[in-house]
């Protein structure tokens, strides 16, 4: 299977931290995505980075990908309240279409 | 601009009764279409995917079935539930492979009882 895993399952951090989540694959990919959860609701799409990508940026959010490691990590700073929730990573495979999503990272933001 | 609804929310049924979850998108023509599910506190698992009207694919074997009757319907179901078919279900909508992103409704949360 191609489901990524973050790591770490469960994060907590107080409010003005940054957040660090790690996303590790198995096959070669074309994309990677990262998505957010909000408990009991479908996910809305953060940033998406490219196999030929190092780095990308939005906003507070910055993502990284290593496909020599099959890995990517996503980092937010400066955390909010309102950041709270879980956090997917989603890869494509080199000869597909779809995206298969990891097992997400939990984030609590302490007030 | 683009929409997806999905219904219903919430849903309770007995085991071995049929199921028919429905999903459609609104302001776009020709979308790829996804069914996951996501059991309690866990990742998204991959069931069904189209391309096309007519064109469903299936990621792993399950006692689920899916159809696209309309360009922008999606429709999931099953003649008999069984117990390990709760979950969350959710469907999304891509335009080509999804170098945007997958849009996703809002879910409905299935006990099977």
């Known amino acids: 299977s191609q489901q990524g895993e973050e790591d770490p399952q469960a994060l907590s951090i107080q409010e003005g931290e940054n957040a660090t989540m790690n996303c590790s694959y198995k096959?070669?990919?074309?994309?990677l995505q990262w998505y957010r959860q909000n408990s009991g609701r479908g996910l809305v799409h953060l940033i998406l980075?490219?196999?030929?990508?190092r780095e990308k940026h939005s906003g507070r959010l910055r993502v990284t990908l290593d496909t020599s490691k099959k890995s990517s990590s996503l980092l937010i700073t400066a955390s909010r309240a309102a950041d709270t929730a879980s956090y997917f990573c989603?890869?494509?495979?080199?000869?597909?279409?779809?995206?298969?999503f990891g097992t997400g990272t939990s984030l609590t933001v302490i007030p | 601009s683009q929409t997806i609804h999905q219904w219903p929310a919430t849903l309770v049924q007995p085991v071995g009764s049929p199921l028919s979850l429905e999903c459609t998108v609104e302001?776009?023509?020709?979308?790829?279409l996804y069914w996951y599910r996501q059991a309690a506190g866990r990742g998204l698992q991959l069931l069904f995917y189209?391309?096309?009207?007519?064109?469903i694919s299936s990621e792993v074997p399950q006692n689920l079935s899916a159809s696209r009757p309309q360009d922008r319907q999606f429709i999931l179901s099953s003649k008999k539930l069984l117990l390990s078919d709760s979950g969350f279900y959710l469907c999304?909508?891509?335009?080509?492979?999804?170098?945007?992103?997958?849009?996703f409704g809002s879910g409905t949360r299935l006990t099977v009882v």
């Open positions: 999304a909508w891509s335009k080509g492979q999804g170098m945007r992103g997958y849009t």
């Open positions: 096959t070669s990919i074309n994309n």
């Open positions: 980075i490219r196999s030929n990508e």
């Open positions: 989603a890869t494509d495979v080199a000869t597909g279409n779809q995206f298969y």
């Open positions: 302001g776009t023509s020709n979308p790829n």
């Open positions: 189209s391309v096309g009207i007519g064109q």
